[in-house]
């Protein structure tokens, strides 16, 4: 087995059961390892600590065990059929109204790498380490066996998300069966799932219960749905009884998925529009149209390194959406990058209301739902942070 041992002092991370090891922490690796391995831990004295993913970059190893033990089938199946166990607890698994959700959530599920996104009967897995890119025939094959009969298809869509600079050359497509023009439901609400070229895995499954609390807001609502994506706020904004609803994004593809989905929920209903337009260019010309607002943009920041340029791409986008909202409304506004933390987030929008001068107050602090759970040791993966605020 590959080893690496760790400089005196780097370990106290791992006895607190953090699940990465940075390369700055690392006295000796084992000759000719490479990217993907299974490499254990030691600590300065010896004394074995973890087994992980061996990878390049900051984030050296993944942590897979605390114990020692071997990483092989049986490892894997039992990691899914945790986390399938999860799911059926939190009592997503049978579900008359839904058959989407998250099954396997990175280190949130003990499974660093992997995430797993079900929509009805098909998963879709997106590999972000190379360790798990090359366990994926393992992967499926426990996919299939924890889920039986639920599983038609298993869709892999890595090919963005493993690091560029890694020795292997991923192609989307099938490891098990297929699926075509595809239709699933959330809290009862229909969609299209759009896993061939859509972004993520098809669908932002992390926002369903923040949609599902906008929907108990929108009633006789004029209400706009910035970064609109698929149109999930707009369509329960209008099962919320919305008087309007505009759906925008700077994508037409995005735009014409929005709008086959209201059409799939709501045909030929007039109170929807959509429009591929920039952000800041439609809202410059929407001063006191609206009094709900949705602001749900794409991560600003996905390194640290540009989170002062992110901070302040939150700080003016939040900052005009307080400004042309009617008085009496309410906005929804969140952000989905890690290393922008739920403090700063808040004191970023606070930072954006201050400089318009009205009266706002925080009515909910949102965040991502139980099958996107947060490892109690790895604070990081709290990613989605929100805030629903009522502008005088």
């Known amino acids: 087995m590959n080893r690496i041992v760790l400089k005196p002092g780097k370990d106290r991370s791992v006895f607190r059961r953090h699940p990465w090891i940075f390369s700055g922490a690392i006295a000796q690796i084992a000759p000719n390892l490479q990217e993907g ?11 074995y600590l973890a ?37 059926q607890a939190i009592g997503l698994a049978d579900l008359a109204d839904n058959n989407v959700f998250r099954l396997v959530h990175g280190e949130g599920d003990h499974l660093p790498g992997l995430v797993v996104d ?14 798990m890119y090359r366990e994926r025939e393992h992967i499926a094959r426990a996919l299939r066996e924890v889920l039986g009969e639920r599983i038609t298809a298993i869709y892999d869509k890595s090919e ?22 595809f239709v699933a439901m959330e809290n009862g609400l229909k969609f299209y799932v759009d896993w061939l070229e859509g972004q993520k895995t098809g669908f932002f499954i992390d926002q369903r219960e923040n ?26 904004a209008m099962r919320g009884g919305a008087r309007q609803v505009h759906s925008v994004d700077v994508s037409a593809r995005a735009i014409e998925l929005a709008e086959r989905n209201v059409q799939l929920n709501f045909p030929n209903d007039s109170r929807h529009e959509a429009f591929a337009e920039e ?24 390194h640290q390194n540009v989170l002062a340029n992110a901070i302040q791409g939150y700080k003016k986008l939040n900052r005009k959406g307080i400004e042309i909202i009617r008085p009496g409304g309410i906005l929804f506004t969140f952000s989905c990058s890690q290393v922008m933390t739920k403090d700063l987030f808040r004191q970023t929008v606070f930072t954006a209301a201050a400089n318009t001068g009205r009266r706002v107050r925080i009515l909910h602090q949102l965040t991502q739902p139980a099958d996107h759970p947060v490892n109690i040791y790895h604070p990081e993966g709290e990613y989605l942070k929100g805030l629903v605020l009522y502008v005088e």
């Open 160 to 181: 963005s998300t493993l690091p560029y600079k890694a020795d292997i050359t991923p192609q989307n497509g099938y490891l098990y069966g297929k699926a075509e023009n």
């Open 279 to 302: 952000a800041f260019h439609f809202l410059e010309k929407s001063h006191g149209k609206y009094d709900l607002i949705v602001l749900d943009p794409p991560a600003f920041a996905k």
């Open 118 to 131: 079900y929509y009805a009967g098909v998963a879709v897995v997106q590999f972000h380490s190379v360790g």
């Open 51 to 87: 087994t992980g993913h061996w990878q390049i970059g900051s984030i050296a190893v993944r942590i897979l065990t605390f114990e020692d033990e071997t990483i092989d089938y049986a490892f894997w199946l039992g990691r899914i059929a945790a986390a399938w166990r999860m799911r």
């Open 211 to 236: 949609r599902r609390l906008l929907e108990s807001y929108a009633r006789g609502k004029d209400v706009l749905n910035m970064f609109c994506y698929t149109g999930g706020f707009s369509f329960y």
């Open 37 to 47: 391995d299974v490499v254990q831990v030691y600590n300065a004295e010896g004394q």
